[in-house]
């Protein structure tokens, strides 16, 4: 006979010493600020130290993820504990949209999973700008605010299950 099931809740609290990297792409200007503002919010609550890349457009966000990940091998810092990924792609006229939306999504799923390092992926994707900027809004979606979160809430989990059975 099994004994009773225990669950455990991770609180909110600060992260001391974790440290995030934010990669945004600038494509559309207005909505990676609203999604920046969004994110750092979360993150300066959250208490982690946090650095910030820009690329062009959202099927660059993975690519920098991917030379994040491997840079600590060369520069000898300290990996990582998370990353938050903003950006938009809005749907167009052409098959584009469908290509850059799945394959960003796809390769950042891919490289939290290979890395064990978690992604919060706050590319939004929409028909017209005016949805993504409601979505990247703070006040409104804060779809920034949300991938911010997710990393926190992972790299909570992460400590947890990596920490001693005492400490728990």
């Known amino acids: 006979m099994a004994g009773p099931s225990t669950t455990t809740r991770i609180t909110e609290e600060p992260l001391p010493g974790a440290r995030i990297l934010i990669v945004e792409a600038r494509y559309y200007h207005d909505i990676a600020d609203a999604l920046l503002e969004g994110a750092r919010r ?76 978690p992604i919060g992926n706050g590319i939004v994707t929409t028909d017209t700008h005016l949805q993504a900027m409601t979505r990247a809004d703070p006040e409104q979606g804060d779809k920034g605010g949300v991938a911010a979160a997710a990393v926190t809430s992972l790299i909570r989990v992460k400590r947890h299950l990596q920490s001693p059975r005492s400490d728990r």
Do not use: K, N
């Open 42 to 117: 979360v993150l300066d609550a959250a208490r982690v130290e946090w650095d910030i890349v820009s690329v062009p457009g959202s099927l660059e966000v993975p690519q920098a993820v991917a030379i994040a990940l491997e840079a600590p091998v060369h520069t000898r810092r300290l990996p990582f504990d998370g990353i938050v990924a903003l950006g938009c792609v809005i749907r167009g006229e052409t098959s584009h949209y469908d290509i850059v939306a799945g394959e960003s999504a796809r390769a950042l799923m891919d490289l939290a999973v290979r890395h064990r390092v």
